[in-house]
C-alpha cells in the first residue's frame, strides 16, 4: 500500500526536519511512502490543493476530534485495509488555521494522535513513529513491546 502524508507547512523547527527524516528513512526500508508539504493559502486554495494532492486516495483526516486509536489497533487497520485491496491511503495534516469544510467533508476517515491539540510539525513526527511503529507489530519486529510503557 503506498502513504501520502499531505501536510500543510513544511516542517522548520531543526528537530522536526530531523524527525521526519529519521522516520520517513525508517519507513521507505519496508513501505512506500512519500510527504508532500503543501503551502499555506486561502481556505479554498489550502483545500483545492489538498483534494487534488489526495485524488484517488482512502483520505484520512488528522484532527484532535477524530477516533483515537492504539497502536496495535491502527496495525490490525492497516492489515485489513492490505487485505481488502486499499492501493492508497493519503494521511491530512492541516495547517495553523485546520482544515477546511471541503477537506473534511471529502475525508473517508478522521483519526486522532491525541485528545490535544498538536502543533503540525509534532503531529507530522508522531504519525510518521506510529507507521513505523504499526509496521514493526505488523512484521513482529522488537521495537514495539506490548505493555511496556510507551508500546501502546
Known amino acids: 500500500m503506498k502513504w501520502s502524508i499531505i501536510a500543510i507547512g513544511k516542517p522548520a523547527l531543526p528537530w522536526a526536519k530531523e524527525g521526519v527524516a529519521d522516520y ?18 486561502t481556505e479554498d486554495q489550502v483545500a483545492k490543493r489538498v483534494l487534488e494532492a489526495s485524488e484517488g486516495s482512502l ?6 476530534r477524530g477516533r483515537l486509536q492504539r497502536s496495535t489497533e491502527l496495525a490490525a487497520w492497516i492489515g485489513k485495509k492490505e487485505l481488502g485491496g486499499c492501493k492508497h491511503v493519503s494521511l491530512l495534516i492541516g495547517g495553523a488555521n485546520g482544515h477546511p469544510p471541503a477537506v473534511r467533508l471529502a475525508a473517508q476517515e478522521s483519526w486522532s494522535l491525541s485528545p490535544l491539540t498538536l502543533q503540525h510539525e509534532l503531529a507530522l513526527v508522531v504519525l ?25
Open 59 to 64: 483520505r484520512v483526516l488528522l484532527d484532535e
Open 128 to 152: 510518521l513513529e506510529q507507521l513505523y511503529r504499526a509496521g514493526s507489530i505488523m512484521r513482529g519486529d522488537p521495537y514495539h513491546r506490548e505493555g511496556s510503557l510507551g508500546g501502546t
Open 24 to 41: 520517513l528513512g525508517r519507513l521507505r526500508r519496508t513501505q512506500r511512502v512519500e510527504c508532500l508539504f503543501l503551502r499555506e493559502g
